[in-house]
């Protein structure tokens, strides 16, 4: 089955530690993304890339880095300045191109991230 | 002021019931309008997708979009207690990068 596969499903961070959360899909899409969700925040963009070995900042990226060395692969680190790391991270992709299907992320099953 | 607002509710109503949820917007730009759904500690899963405005119909759910009013509504018909979910606008530019902006989502309980 084709899908967007995260992990771990929990992790917890102690202070001053890095960790990285995976994610990988089988989708063939180009564009992939990282949100975080806080309770009553709806979604925010962290990173995204619309191509390999190139990504962009979203709308809080600051304690956040990301790389896109593969296609199916975009792994984001949360790392020690990120001072409020406790969320629910969610990774998502689209196709790109000129349909309206491009519009649609499919999201992962989420990462939960909790400070020790 | 956020690009999309969305109540967050909760909102509790019985099973039967006619359920509307709704978001406004203040981007004019914004011409692609979805409503995911999103079971607890699981990822958002898309519901409906409209372009512009007008109404779409899936089973038991309508969308309906109003760009005059910047309001965009999910209606769900005979509510059924497996509906019990947050409910998360979101919608789209046609320029630029593929960055849907989603409202906060509606936390909904179907009561049976």
């Known amino acids: 089955d084709g899908g967007i596969t995260q992990s771990p499903k929990y992790l917890f961070r102690k202070e001053g530690q890095n960790v990285t959360l995976s994610c990988e899909q089988n989708?063939?899409?180009?564009?992939m993304y990282w949100y975080r969700q806080d309770p009553g925040q709806g979604l925010r963009l962290i990173y995204y890339?619309?191509?390999?070995?190139?990504?962009q900042k979203g709308d809080i990226a600051e304690g956040y880095s990301v790389s896109r060395e593969k296609k199916e692969s975009f792994p984001l680190t949360v790392t020690s300045a990120q001072k409020n790391p406790t969320a629910f991270y969610l990774c998502?992709?689209?196709?790109?191109?000129?349909?309206?299907?491009?519009?649609?992320?499919?999201f992962g099953a989420g990462t939960r991230l909790s400070v020790l | 002021q956020k690009e999309v607002e969305q109540d967050p509710g909760p909102l509790s109503v019985p099973e039967g019931a006619i359920v509307s949820l709704n978001c406004t917007y203040s981007?004019?730009?914004?011409?692609?309008f979805m409503w995911y759904r999103q079971y607890s500690r699981k990822g958002p899963e898309l519901l409906m997708y409209?372009?512009?405005?007008g109404n779409k119909e899936d089973g038991r759910f309508t969308a309906q979009v109003d760009k005059s009013s910047k309001y965009i509504s999910l209606f769900i018909r005979d509510s059924q207690p497996s509906d019990s979910a947050t409910y998360l606008c979101?919608?789209?530019?046609?320029?630029?990068?593929?960055?849907?902006?989603f409202g906060q989502g509606t936390r909904l309980t179907i009561n049976p």
């Open positions: 409209t372009y512009s405005s």
């Open positions: 989708l063939n899409h180009d564009a």
């Open positions: 979101a919608m789209i530019g046609v320029q630029g990068a593929q960055k849907l902006v």
């Open positions: 890339s619309q191509i390999v070995n190139d990504f």
């Open positions: 981007n004019s730009a914004f011409q692609y």
């Open positions: 998502a992709s689209t196709r790109t191109g000129i349909t309206l299907a491009k519009n649609i992320q499919y």
